[in-house]
């Protein structure tokens, strides 16, 4: 299994007069077109559909997730609590494994979570591997995924997969 970790795009600035329930600060529209240029990016490398992706249930990993999913083909979204803020590794890797027969799954959360479940993955421990604003990693994972299983395959900022997402495919 590939799983990507994809952290969601600019969002508003934290403004509790506007929204007074943070869950629902949304991206701001040049991060919907940020977090586009990068999904973009995401499929080039990939270069197959993702099979699913799920998403912490607040607005902007929600909708980064539908922008990820449409970019890359993807017929399967939906929402796994545990990938919220301060959410537990555990029940995300335990949700991961519902998935273990598909190719690619990817994750869209926040910081420092995703880090550290990078962290977990891949050293078996939640060590900071930080992703900025709609950046994303790939980690292979052969079997269930578990704590040290995984092999860091990629970790690409946003600028990065941003240029890839832009560029035109050669015939």
């Given at each position: 299994?590939?799983?990507?970790?994809?952290?969601?795009?600019?969002?508003?600035?934290?403004?509790?007069?506007?929204?007074p329930?943070?869950a629902?600060?949304?991206?701001?529209?040049?991060?919907?077109?940020?977090?586009?240029?990068?999904?973009?990016?995401?499929?080039?490398?990939l270069?197959q559909?993702?099979t699913?992706?799920?998403?912490?249930?607040?607005v902007?990993?929600?909708?980064t997730?539908?922008?990820?999913?449409?970019?890359?083909?993807?017929?399967?979204?939906?929402?796994l609590?545990?990938?919220?803020?301060?959410g537990?590794?555990r029940k995300?890797l335990?949700?991961?494994?519902e998935?273990?027969?598909?190719?690619?799954?990817?994750l869209?959360?926040?910081?420092?979570?995703?880090?550290?479940?990078?962290?977990?993955l891949?050293?078996?421990?939640?060590s900071?591997l930080?992703?900025?604003?709609?950046?994303?990693?790939?980690?292979?994972c052969?079997?269930?995924?578990?704590?040290?299983?995984?092999v860091?395959?990629?970790?690409?900022p946003?600028?990065l997969?941003?240029?890839?997402g832009?560029?035109?495919?050669?015939?």
């Open positions: 299994m590939l799983i990507i970790l994809f952290r969601h795009g600019p969002a508003g600035s934290a403004d509790s007069s506007r929204w329930d943070d629902a600060r949304p991206l701001t529209p040049k991060g919907e077109e940020r977090t586009r240029a990068a999904a973009l990016g995401v499929r080039r490398l270069g559909p993702i699913v992706v799920l998403t912490s249930p607040l902007r990993a929600d909708s997730a539908k922008i990820l999913a449409s970019a890359t083909d993807c017929k399967k979204h939906a929402t609590e545990a990938l919220a803020p301060g537990s590794f995300t335990a949700a991961l494994a998935y273990r027969d598909a190719d690619i799954v990817a869209v959360g926040h910081e420092p979570d995703l880090g550290k479940l990078a962290g977990v891949v050293f078996g421990a939640p900071a930080p992703l900025k604003k709609a950046g994303a990693c790939a980690i292979v052969e079997g269930e995924p578990q704590p040290g299983a995984g860091l395959k990629w970790l690409a946003p600028k997969l941003r240029r890839l832009r560029k035109k495919a050669h015939a």
